[in-house]
């Protein structure tokens, strides 16, 4: 193509559409739109960061805007994109101004939603490199000892352990009966066992009613359910929306989800040159065939590809998801891949579910560690539906295999017997994998 | 079924054979004739032992003979069995004694060859428990601080890493142009410069000529087309052979390797009741589509399993191999799938290797280093025929997610966009796997 291709929101998915379409033709004129002051940035790794882990901040960018420059793209940061009118073909920016285009990239991400109690406003999210810089000055100003992190999902576990690695005193609260809900709660019981190892106070099925403040509109403490909680630094990793408006404003379709409606090509419904990829959209889910909105930078790199390849004339298309993650959490590694035993349910499926404990690494061999596998299978067929590992170091990468079979259809009467790698410093003579795929396939 | 069920055999493939059958059986009579002095040991942690890292060499036995006793399971120690008897369903054991059987197990192993050159009785093999307690008791005496190494294979390797943990002077020496020759040579190179770092001193393209004896006939050094090399220690890692006199005396035949021929339910070819497994059979290649001849636990572990539950009247079937191993060799791990390019080109296949080099963590991450992922991708359907991975810890077991792909015959094209896990700590936004198969099939 010719013309002009303008992508707003300089982050995972824009940069990496900005960078396939420049890849792809020499000629188009690239702009990209960033109302934050980082580009390409490491969202997972603000934990590290935080906890100190990562000393710089400029690592966690993967790529700079003069880097993007150097590339070709025009990148304006600071820049927030008001509005967008699809039939004039420009996008309204802060301040007034007007930008054309002949194709629009959004990937305008996610953003933090704060509970609506009496002084939220005081508080940080866990998901902005700004906030990040914010909150460790202050830790590093040791401005009090006591934190309260609000949402133990894995965002929430990520930023207690970064805490606790500062050596505050760390609370973790969430509504839910059990951390980490993505998981079954069978499996994150493994979970709250070593972020407890580690010190951090768990207060599940318990609501944060009110962040209580001083005189100076600072956190003095949090009023929960459960009681008071002193913190100076109250940390809110409750989850995210799709950020969405400037789309829907312009007449751009949401899904169910409400994240933006794109098709296979990350085409948005309806309308001609008009793609959106990352955290602002939905994504097809392969096991459960219905759209799903997950926020994880391999989806969103992955999807900027397409948008920017496809934008610039090209054909890819987007396979879908199965709802892979991973973390390491409190010393130990926790992966899923597919539906949980919950979700398996909740979709009608009869399924059962069998777990097994195993080791990392040969029983002799040092650093050998727990890991625990469980499967979600559908009765009959035998195929894997889903999968959870939690385990020593190592143990995490493993969901990845299941990912394949879960991707593949695979029954685990057939995955049992795989012909994967075995060596003592890595698996057991069988890996966890297989003794799972055993026992399941015995089981049905 | 009732009656006995006799196992030559007492390692890997023998005793799972033995614990499945009692699992399957209460009441079958279940007996195993080991000539060593271990059951159920694992020889891929000699050179761990060796070197210093597992103290206790009963740490390397998983189940003891005791343990098997209790288990119902009669374990005769140091019992050679030296002939079969197929019409009388007798074994022959060493002394003479004769003991009779239903249902045979043959699971005798492999044993080291040793090159036909003087001085050779004098060395150890890489192989057996027993020879590796010799050699240990020797590096503890402080007796010479030079060893030569035999073979540069991944047990040679394996070895040489463990005396150089000794703090001795090692040389590897290996006839073939390149260290670890089930790598491509490209991919070797990898491995190469790792055990170089750890200041073992390679020769390649070197034959060994003679073992030179002092007055004592210990070893004193060796004698090689590249020169004298003194060695107090001299490991010999030049390969094994299945171990198939016995079986083949009575009678039973063996394919194309030399290993005993059975069918995919571990039945020796023609025979009634007798079974076999472990080191000692061919097993099934999947993407060769012949029979090969690998010494594995993990293998040996199935196939035992198999034989041992279909000599009760079971009926399982062994899948095949794919030719899947990993090693960790000089702080890299070593993994490879499927076919080489030099395999593949071989078995005339019209294929064409990819090699990428990516990082094995984000790249801003503590403990990342490179990764190299090699694919062997057959042309038109893009097929993923093979794959090798060299890397900083960690990386190794990416092969099971590459031995899944070879298994289920994925294409590149599908491979890429794979919903794969990421964090931090564990990979970049795109793990490895997907940037390799994105490369190849950019080139497909």
Request: one cysteine or more.
């Amino acid at each position: 193509m010719s013309g002009r291709l303008a992508i707003v929101g300089g982050d995972a998915a824009g940069m990496s559409a900005a960078a396939n379409a420049r890849r792809r033709d020499s000629d188009v004129e690239i702009v990209a739109f960033e109302k934050g002051s980082f580009t390409s940035y490491s969202a997972c790794g603000i934990p590290y960061y935080l906890g100190g882990l990562i000393e710089d901040i400029d690592d966690l960018v993967a790529r700079s805007p003069e880097r993007h420059e150097e590339n070709g793209i025009d990148v304006r940061m600071e820049t927030e994109v008001v509005a967008i009118d699809l039939d004039r073909r420009e996008l309204e920016l802060a301040g007034g101004a007007r930008e054309g285009f002949d194709q629009l990239v959004l990937a305008t991400g996610a953003r933090a939603v704060a509970p609506p109690i009496p002084g939220a406003e005081a508080t940080e999210p866990a998901r902005t490199l700004d906030a990040a810089q914010r909150l460790r000055e202050r830790l590093e100003r040791g401005d009090g000892h006591d934190a309260v992190v609000v949402g133990a999902g894995y965002i929430g576990l990520e930023m207690a352990e970064a805490l606790i690695e500062r050596e505050l005193r760390v609370a973790l609260v969430d509504q839910a009966p059990e951390v980490f809900p993505a998981l079954d709660p069978d499996m994150a019981v493994h979970v709250r066992e070593a972020a407890e190892g580690l010190g951090i106070e768990i207060f599940t099925s318990t609501s944060v009613e009110e962040v209580l403040l001083d005189d100076d509109g600072a956190p003095r403490g949090v009023r929960t359910s459960a009681g008071e909680l002193p913190a100076r630094h109250v940390v809110l990793a409750t989850g995210v929306k799709p950020a969405v408006d400037v789309a829907t404003s312009a007449g751009l379709q949401t899904g169910p989800t409400g994240a933006l409606a794109v098709d296979a090509h990350q085409r948005c419904a309806g309308v001609e040159g008009v793609w959106a990829a990352g955290d602002c959209v939905e994504s097809h889910h392969r096991l459960l065939d219905r759209p799903v909105n997950i926020q994880l930078g391999t989806h969103a790199n992955k999807q900027g590809r397409i948008a920017g390849v496809n934008a610039t004339g090209g054909d890819l298309v987007f396979p879908g998801v199965i709802g892979t993650a991973i973390s390491r959490l409190c010393k130990r590694e926790v992966a899923l891949t597919g539906l949980t035993e919950a979700q398996a349910a909740d979709a009608g499926l009869d399924a059962f579910a069998s777990t097994v404990e195993a080791d990392s690494r040969a029983a002799y061999f040092p650093g050998n560690g727990p890991v625990w596998v469980k499967l979600v299978v559908e009765r009959g067929s035998g195929r894997v539906l889903g999968a959870q590992v939690v385990g020593a170091e190592t143990a995490g990468k493993r969901i990845d295999t299941l990912a394949m079979a879960v991707w593949n259809g695979m029954a685990v009467d057939e995955l049992q017997w795989v012909d994967l790698s075995y060596a003592p410093p890595v698996s057991g003579v069988l890996d966890p994998v297989l003794i799972a795929a055993r026992v399941a396939a015995k089981e049905l």
